[in-house]
């Protein structure tokens, strides 16, 4: 007889991936325990501030001056008051900064995960990311390609709604879209011209994951323009675990949920090359404990699932779960962030734009599509923008208006110029030498921090040079004032898109997970978060994340099912 399990699934985080894992699990009638760092978070209740309004908070919702670097540190710079009361105090989720050159870890402390917080962008990636790597020589093949996936985009997508046009661009597969949203004014007016002047460019809109048809199986209505989406949304609007996956596994009855749960390592049966359970410690009494399961699938985010297998020590592991290739913890990728082009258009189009569309438009990669488009280019890869256009608010506009009575009224009610910025999303290459490792520091739970040790070199600072000189092209060509440009910080973890560290590979000496996401010493263990990704495309990745999770996820209800796990 099989030895007892406390469950048959265990999922280690509860964002955006452990949400796909613990439905899919759950709907399969299997008995999942998902483990989640951070605090209780309820649909709806626990939006504290998503009616909130700025002058309604003290300070208009500003924080004293050093307040939130003190509670956050690194990751201060992103926080607001409508997102903090989703996010991990440093303290309680600490790791060893590099005063040098930190990196911006961006970790939530609630249920949800970034799912709550995220910028909801949901593109599909294409052969050209798949065959990248073996196509140039940095880094592995992937195991994987476009027709592996591609019906669990469709998957996905039909599950948590997704607004886009449909464009037919090779470099950027359709999804399956509901109506998309529309472009503002600013936005037809410089598509028009850059079209025009720029042969296989696009201006077009953002996807996201922001429903425009209501989905009232799911309790959610349409998207109410607000984008107000980092303090959640009761409407259901968005994406997010809290909102849509987690409900539908909670429905089946199987899913046991556990927060303040901090998972430290993995237990290795070596004999039989599985797992067996995973050590687990209560956040607030510390007390510790080992869950048992047959299958664990860790969603922990990029770095906290591969800090749990560089954990995960033992005789038979002594560089950790996954560490016998020597990959575990290397190739760390985040996109390029911060560089940006700005210009004006001065045009009001004698209309004012109603509501606040929850995302910008996009003007998809047009670099190194293929051999013959870009010879000469000093770079390799390439690169997006995503767009943000607006036109001054009222406010702004009745600052600015001299007079008063009806005259003054009449001004504030005149459109006004539109700011058209263009920021540039670049691909990072899989370097060995970028990577996180296990420091000599401890936290509050006697474990290993985690320490980085990245930078952005010369492909991707030519990338960015490139997006600049291209992104003044376009603006000047469409008839844009003011034009000017920056190139940003270029510092890794502002795009908070972290990927790598336990890569998917066919060889199991240059990766440490196979093409269903199990490591390769411990067949029992799906890890389908950031980590696995070989590399990183230079689009949004959470979608790819989702994807994959809902294969992996019904590969092993098929193995479970068979007796094979």
Same mark, same amino acid.
């Given at each position: 007889?099989?030895?007892?399990?406390?469950?048959?699934?265990?999922?280690?985080?509860?964002?955006?991936?452990?949400?796909?894992?613990?439905?899919?699990?759950?709907?399969? $009638?299997?008995?999942? %325990?998902?483990?989640?760092?951070?605090?209780?978070?309820?649909?709806?209740?626990?939006?504290?501030?998503?009616?909130?309004?700025?002058?309604?908070?003290? !300070?208009?919702?500003?924080?004293?001056?050093?307040?939130?670097?003190?509670?956050?540190?690194?990751?201060?710079?992103?926080?607001?008051?409508?997102?903090?009361?989703? &996010?991990?105090?440093?303290?309680?989720?600490?790791?060893?900064?590099?005063?040098?050159?930190?990196?911006?870890?961006? /970790?939530?402390?609630?249920?949800?995960?970034?799912?709550?917080?995220?910028?909801?962008?949901?593109?599909?990636?294409?052969?050209?990311?798949?065959?990248?790597?073996?196509?140039?020589?940095?880094?592995?093949?992937?195991?994987?390609?476009?027709?592996?996936?591609?019906?669990?985009?469709?998957?996905?997508?039909?599950?948590?709604?997704?607004?886009?046009?449909?464009?037919?661009?090779?470099?950027?597969?359709?999804?399956?879209?509901?109506?998309?949203?529309? %472009?503002?004014?600013?936005?037809?007016?410089?598509?028009? /011209?850059?079209?025009?002047?720029?042969?296989? /460019?696009?201006?077009?809109?953002?996807?996201?994951?922001?429903?425009?048809?209501?989905?009232?199986?799911?309790?959610?209505?349409?998207?109410?323009?607000?984008?107000?989406?980092?303090?959640?949304?009761?409407?259901?609007?968005?994406?997010?675990?809290? $909102?849509?996956? %987690?409900?539908?596994?909670?429905?089946?009855?199987?899913?046991?949920?556990?927060?303040?749960?901090?998972?430290?390592?993995?237990?290795?049966?070596?004999?039989?090359?599985?797992?067996?359970?995973?050590?687990?410690?209560?956040?607030?009494?510390?007390?510790?404990?080992?869950?048992?399961?047959?299958?664990?699938?860790?969603?922990?985010?990029?770095?906290?699932?591969?800090?749990?297998?560089?954990?995960?020590?033992?005789?038979?592991?002594?560089?950790?779960?996954?560490?016998?290739? $020597?990959?575990?913890?290397?190739?760390?990728?985040?996109?390029?962030?911060?560089?940006?082009?700005?210009?004006?258009?001065?045009?009001?189009?004698?209309?004012?734009?109603?509501?606040?569309?929850?995302?910008?438009?996009?003007?998809?990669?047009?670099?190194?599509?293929?051999?013959?488009?870009?010879?000469?280019?000093?770079?390799?890869?390439?690169?997006? !923008?995503?767009?943000?256009?607006?036109?001054?608010?009222?406010?702004?506009?009745?600052?600015?208006?001299?007079?008063?009575?009806?005259?003054?009224?009449?001004?504030?009610?005149?459109?006004?110029?539109?700011?058209?910025?263009?920021?540039?999303?670049?691909?990072?290459?899989?370097?060995?030498?970028?990577?996180?490792?296990?420091?000599?520091?401890?936290?509050?739970?006697?474990?290993?921090?985690?320490?980085?040790?990245?930078?952005?070199?010369?492909?991707?600072?030519?990338?960015?040079?490139?997006?600049?000189?291209?992104?003044?092209?376009?603006?000047?060509?469409?008839?844009?004032?003011?034009?000017?440009?920056?190139?940003?910080?270029? /510092?890794?973890?502002?795009?908070?898109?972290?990927?790598?560290?336990?890569?998917?590979?066919?060889?199991?000496?240059?990766?440490?997970?196979?093409?269903?996401?199990?490591?390769?010493?411990?067949?029992?263990?799906?890890?389908?978060?950031?980590?696995?990704?070989?590399?990183?495309?230079?689009?949004?990745?959470?979608?790819?994340? &989702?994807?994959?999770?809902?294969?992996?996820?019904?590969?092993?209800?098929?193995?479970?099912?068979?007796?094979?796990?």
């Amino acid at each position: 007889m099989a030895e007892s399990q406390d469950f048959d699934v265990i999922v280690v985080g509860s964002g955006a991936t452990g949400g796909w894992a613990a439905k899919e699990m759950c709907e399969a $009638g299997f008995k999942v %325990l998902v483990l989640e760092r951070g605090k209780p978070t309820t649909h709806r209740e626990s939006y504290e501030n998503e009616f909130v309004d700025p002058w309604d908070r003290p !300070f208009a919702g500003q924080s004293k001056s050093g307040e939130l670097e003190k509670l956050y540190g690194p990751a201060s710079y992103m926080m607001g008051f409508r997102n903090k009361t989703f &996010m991990a105090k440093f303290e309680d989720a600490p790791y060893d900064v590099n005063t040098k050159n930190p990196f911006m870890w961006i /970790r939530p402390g609630a249920v949800g995960g970034k799912s709550l917080i995220w910028g909801r962008q949901v593109y599909r990636w294409s052969d050209l990311d798949f065959e990248a790597n073996k196509r140039d020589g940095h880094g592995i093949d992937w195991p994987i390609r476009y027709k592996d996936i591609e019906p669990w985009y469709s998957y996905v997508e039909k599950y948590i709604g997704v607004q886009g046009s449909y464009e037919n661009l090779p470099q950027l597969p359709d999804s399956e879209f509901m109506p998309a949203m529309e %472009l503002n004014h600013a936005e037809k007016f410089v598509k028009k /011209r850059i079209e025009r002047n720029f042969e296989g /460019r696009n201006l077009i809109i953002g996807r996201s994951a922001n429903i425009t048809e209501a989905m009232p199986d799911q309790d959610r209505t349409n998207c109410q323009y607000r984008n107000q989406c980092v303090g959640g949304c009761s409407f259901g609007g968005y994406y997010s675990s809290v $909102g849509v996956t %987690l409900p539908a596994a909670e429905k089946t009855g199987n899913m046991t949920l556990r927060p303040h749960a901090v998972v430290a390592s993995l237990e290795y049966d070596a004999d039989n090359k599985r797992v067996t359970g995973v050590r687990v410690f209560d956040a607030n009494t510390k007390k510790e404990e080992i869950i048992s399961a047959r299958v664990v699938f860790l969603c922990a985010s990029t770095v906290a699932s591969t800090q749990v297998l560089m954990n995960s020590i033992s005789e038979a592991t002594p560089k950790g779960l996954g560490g016998a290739s $020597g990959a575990l913890g290397h190739y760390l990728m985040d996109h390029t962030w911060g560089t940006r082009i700005q210009g004006t258009v001065k045009e009001s189009f004698g209309k004012i734009q109603r509501g606040r569309r929850p995302t910008g438009s996009y003007i998809p990669r047009f670099r190194n599509i293929s051999a013959q488009d870009d010879d000469g280019l000093d770079f390799i890869r390439g690169y997006n !923008f995503q767009v943000d256009s607006t036109t001054e608010g009222w406010a702004g506009r009745a600052s600015n208006t001299p007079g008063f009575g009806a005259d003054f009224k009449n001004g504030v009610n005149t459109p006004g110029d539109w700011t058209f910025t263009l920021y540039g999303f670049a691909e990072c290459l899989p370097y060995h030498e970028n990577k996180v490792e296990l420091s000599n520091k401890k936290d509050q739970f006697g474990l290993s921090m985690i320490k980085f040790d990245i930078e952005f070199k010369d492909n991707e600072f030519k990338m960015a040079r490139d997006m600049i000189r291209e992104g003044e092209k376009m603006l000047n060509s469409a008839g844009l004032e003011n034009v000017k440009s920056k190139l940003g910080e270029m /510092r890794p973890g502002l795009g908070i898109h972290e990927m790598g560290t336990a890569r998917m590979g066919n060889d199991p000496k240059e990766s440490v997970l196979n093409k269903w996401n199990q490591v390769h010493e411990a067949p029992n263990v799906f890890v389908t978060d950031g980590a696995c990704m070989t590399s990183i495309s230079c689009v949004n990745p959470t979608l790819t994340f &989702m994807a994959i999770t809902a294969r992996a996820a019904n590969y092993a209800i098929e193995q479970l099912k068979s007796g094979k796990l």
